[in-house]
């Protein structure tokens, strides 16, 4: 299947500092990636949809200005978590497609630790 | 009521058991369901993806989709401690590279 990269697999920071996680597809032109959270033993919860050269939507409950996304290129896309709290600490996961008509592949995650 | 109902586990069979894990659904409009496996702390692997209803077998992997009954089962044969997973069902009305609608995921243990 399509490979998609994530970066960092995990990162420690202080509360209030900005965190950014790079999603990027390597083998395919990703027109549509999607941005999740996962708490422990919980299912992926959908905080964004993002499109190349557009804005992102995100999903209700979630604060675009706490959580920006960027997707400037095909293979890129971008999660800035701004000035974290120990609250944000969660595993956040991408995910990319080639096109609304193919499969959906994921990257392995980023997990966040904010102190 | 969700949306998609999948029992959380966990579920612990012995090496070589075949597994069965389910979701079922309400809404009538999904149209391509999936399976993932999704390991401890890493992101989720896409194992079966099918369209419509019917059966589709991918090595120990069958997936099989009834739509009139609105359920979906993921059958491993043979099983081996390495599919020791969480499991996650995903459906979506239109193509797998819209958003999906997970199930909570079945956490499996297979033992030696």
């Known amino acids: 299947g399509a490979v998609v990269s994530q970066h960092p697999s995990w990162v420690i920071c202080k509360s209030g500092t900005s965190v950014k996680i790079e999603c990027r597809s390597l083998d395919f032109q990703a027109t549509t990636m999607f941005w999740y959270r996962q708490f422990p033993k919980q299912s992926l919860m959908l905080m964004a949809t993002?499109?190349?050269?557009?804005?992102?939507?995100?999903e209700q409950g979630v604060e675009k200005d706490k959580f920006l996304i960027n997707h400037a290129s095909l293979t890129l896309s971008t999660l800035t978590v701004t000035s974290a709290h120990p609250e944000d600490s969660s595993f956040y996961i991408c995910?990319?497609?080639?096109?609304?008509?193919?499969?959906?592949?994921f990257g392995s995650g980023t997990q966040l630790s904010v102190l | 009521q969700k949306e998609v109902e999948q029992d959380p586990g966990p579920l612990s069979v012995p090496e070589g058991a075949i597994v069965s894990l389910n979701c079922t659904y309400s809404?009538?409009?999904?149209?391509?369901f999936m399976w993932y496996r999704q390991y401890s702390r890493k992101g989720p692997e896409l194992l079966m993806y099918t369209y419509s209803s019917g059966n589709k077998e991918d090595g120990r992997f069958t997936a099989q989709v009834d739509k009139s009954s609105k359920y979906i089962s993921l059958f491993i044969r043979d099983s081996q401690p390495s599919d020791s997973a969480t499991y996650l069902c995903?459906?979506?009305?239109?193509?797998?590279?819209?958003?999906?609608?997970f199930g909570t995921g079945t956490q499996l243990k297979v033992e030696l």
């Open positions: 995903a459906m979506t009305p239109s193509g797998g590279g819209n958003k999906l609608t």
């Open positions: 809404n009538s409009a999904f149209q391509y």
């Open positions: 995910s990319a497609s080639e096109g609304s008509n193919e499969k959906l592949f």
């Open positions: 993002s499109n190349e050269g557009s804005k992102a939507t995100y």
